[in-house]
């Protein structure tokens, strides 16, 4: 046998997707969401400091900018805060649940349905909450 | 070149060469290095002289800090987001007035106090993963922690000092 034609045996290493236990898996989009959601809330932070720092200058000027946290539009957004802030707190639990819990690793996958699931109710309750708040000032 | 003629013949000539797809487990060129950046960063030149100075262990404090901070902020950041959001009226309660009657309270100033800080630590060492984490070239690493810097110590500086010396009678 000639080394051609072993290796025309073979199939060629980018002819089909390469298989990790890691890439595509759940834990790989729980780390994805895990990433974006700190980032976002990193940003609001900041945005956050400056905002609150008005109290400093005079009350007009703090409450002119917190206005415009009681509009429908940012509304939405801290509808939004709220979701991300949720998921990276549950995600977060379970990152240390995986690294400190001896039997963390083995039930990291289902900590992800359980995060998903927590989040969900405690999402759905909070988005009635403000939903409420809303409806009640813009309706 | 005489490694990648010694190849098979089937898969010669169908597409462009690309070292990288030879490290599997068919053997074949090592991959060459084209750029600096194309060298994974955990990657340690093995053998560079240990850099000196900085804290011994520091990445293992960050990651332990990471966690328990975290731990921390669950109650405080979803404490917050509950109190301002969702309590009472919600965001709709909140003025000037308001913020001098919670912050006449030290519990609530300390609660803040201890929020803006953990939550400002906690999320700038996630952006020096990320940083470290996306950026190629040792430049824009450079210049985007020392963005980062800036920003962190701007905003503790700022938020400490308004949290501080926060005067209900101001105006």
New interface residues.
């Given amino acids: 046998m000639t080394?051609?034609n072993v290796?025309?045996d073979?199939p060629?290493?980018?002819s089909r997707r390469r298989r990790t236990l890691y890439r595509g898996d759940p834990g790989m989009w729980s780390w994805v969401l895990h990433?974006i959601t700190?980032?976002t809330?990193?940003f609001f932070?900041?945005v956050h400091?400056?905002d609150?720092?008005l109290?400093?200058?005079?009350?007009?000027a703090?409450?002119e900018v917190?206005d415009t946290?009681?509009t429908p539009i940012v509304?939405l957004m801290?509808v939004g805060?709220?979701a991300a802030?949720?998921y990276h707190?549950l995600n977060?639990?379970r990152?240390?649940l995986i690294?400190?819990w001896a039997r963390g690793p083995k039930y990291q996958r289902l900590m992800l349905w359980i995060v998903l699931g927590v989040w969900i109710a405690v999402f759905i309750a909070?988005l009635g909450?403000?939903g409420m708040?809303m409806a009640?000032?813009f309706l | 070149m005489s490694a990648s003629e010694?190849?098979?013949?089937?898969?010669r000539g169908?597409r462009a060469e690309n070292p990288y797809?030879?490290v599997?487990e068919?053997g074949g060129p090592a991959p060459v290095l084209q750029r600096n950046y194309d060298r994974p960063a955990a990657l340690d030149n093995p053998r560079a002289p240990r850099r000196g100075g900085g804290m011994p262990n520091f990445e293992k404090y960050a990651w332990l800090f990471m966690?328990m901070s975290?731990?921390v902020?669950?109650f405080l950041?979803?404490g917050h987001?509950f109190v301002m959001?969702?309590w009472q009226?919600?965001?709709?309660r909140?003025?000037?007035?308001y913020?001098?009657e919670r912050w006449r309270s030290p519990f609530w100033q300390t609660w803040d106090l201890l929020l803006?800080w953990l939550?400002?630590l906690h999320?700038?060492n996630?952006?020096r993963t990320?940083i470290a984490d996306y950026t190629r070239k040792d430049s824009t690493k450079f210049w985007l922690n020392t963005l980062l810097a800036l920003?962190m110590s701007f905003?503790l500086v700022?938020?400490s000092?308004?949290l501080m010396?926060?005067?209900a009678n101001?105006?």
């Fill in positions: 080394q051609a290796a025309s073979v060629a290493p980018r990433r700190g980032a809330i990193f932070l900041f400091v400056l609150t720092a109290v400093r200058v005079s009350p007009q703090y409450n917190i946290y009681k509304g801290e805060l709220v802030v949720l707190a977060g639990i990152i240390i690294d400190f909070a909450v403000i708040h009640e000032q | 010694g190849r098979s013949e089937a898969t169908v797809d030879h599997s068919r966690r975290g731990v902020l669950v950041a979803l987001l959001l969702m009226n919600g965001v709709y909140i003025d000037f007035n913020v001098a803006l939550a400002q999320g700038g996630g952006m990320i920003s905003t700022l938020g000092y308004v010396t926060f005067d101001i105006s």
